[in-house]
């Protein structure tokens, strides 16, 4: 896991820098940012500490709860992908269902016209 750090607290951006030793990478190449303020418009995914009820994760913290709140974030994040790409997944075998309709269809025309075919060698060759 790449994580960046983006904190207006710089006492919290150290410690948090101490804590993810190892694991810091720029906001460009992180899978999640860690952050004690709200970015609406941010591109990536985020983990938001602070004091109210609405962040990931609440201050005080210690270093184990730090991962377990990132370690959860991003299986949340992996869960809707898989969802995602499962509902994509049945949205691509609808047209399978359509195609399987098809696929009688032709094969009734085309015994409808073997027959036809059949019909009309055997009438050529009684007379």
Do not use: W
């Amino acid at each position: 896991m790449k994580v960046a750090i983006a904190c207006e607290s710089p006492l919290l951006q150290r410690s948090l820098e101490l804590f993810l030793e190892g694991r810091l990478s720029s906001q460009r190449h992180c899978d999640i940012v860690v952050r004690d303020h709200e970015m609406h418009n941010d591109e990536h995914l985020s983990l938001i500490i602070g004091t109210t009820e609405k962040v990931d994760l609440q201050k005080p913290f210690s270093k184990a709860q730090l991962f377990h709140a990132l370690a959860n974030k991003l299986d949340v994040v992996k869960h809707l992908a898989a969802q995602n790409s499962s509902v994509a997944v049945e949205e691509e075998e609808e047209p399978q269902v359509s195609f399987d309709i098809l696929e009688r269809h032709i094969e009734k025309l085309t015994c409808e016209y073997q027959s036809n075919i059949l019909k009309a060698v055997r009438a050529f060759y009684e007379k």
